[in-house]
């Protein structure tokens, strides 16, 4: 996997490392963890998202860079500081604005980065989610858990 993606380690290939799987309660889908450890700071890393149809990720943003795949399904997306799932543009290259996510079916990606992922609190149907970038950098990134009517 690490060869694949372009990922480096100095320890890789030497000790294989069992995919880990963190449900995203209540939200709707699963993290896979398949390189390296999100929450270790400035760790390559490579996570597979799956995400059931219809679930929303609200405008956020990283202050490291993240490299996305889609695996499977269609992903929807778009920038500005407001959800609008008429407004869906297309992600070019040199692009560093807030996004937000919609699935209309289910689909799965995979996500890769440095940086630490810290997981927060919750409060009602928003989970927050504290990150920590390269550079010791922090903010909030929020998941709401909503579904296709």
């Known amino acids: 996997m690490a060869a694949a993606s372009g990922v480096t380690r100095a320890d890789a290939g030497k000790t294989p490392r069992e995919y880990r799987i963190i449900p995203l309660r209540p939200m709707a889908g699963d993290v896979e963890i398949l390189y390296g450890n999100p929450e270790a700071s400035g760790e390559p890393f490579v996570m597979r998202i799956r995400e059931l149809a219809g679930t929303v990720i609200p405008p956020h943003e990283h202050p490291v860079d993240e490299h996305i795949t889609v695996v499977q399904g269609a992903w929807y997306f778009g920038f500005g500081e407001e959800f609008d799932a008429g407004a869906l543009e297309e992600l070019k290259p040199g692009d560093a604005k807030s996004t937000f996510h919609f699935s209309r079916g289910d689909r799965v990606i995979a996500a890769r980065g440095s940086g630490r992922i810290v997981e927060g609190y919750a409060s009602g149907a928003i989970i ?17 858990e909503l579904r296709a009517q």
């Open 128 to 144: 927050q989610y504290e990150i920590e970038g390269s550079q010791g950098d922090r903010f909030m990134a929020h998941q709401h």
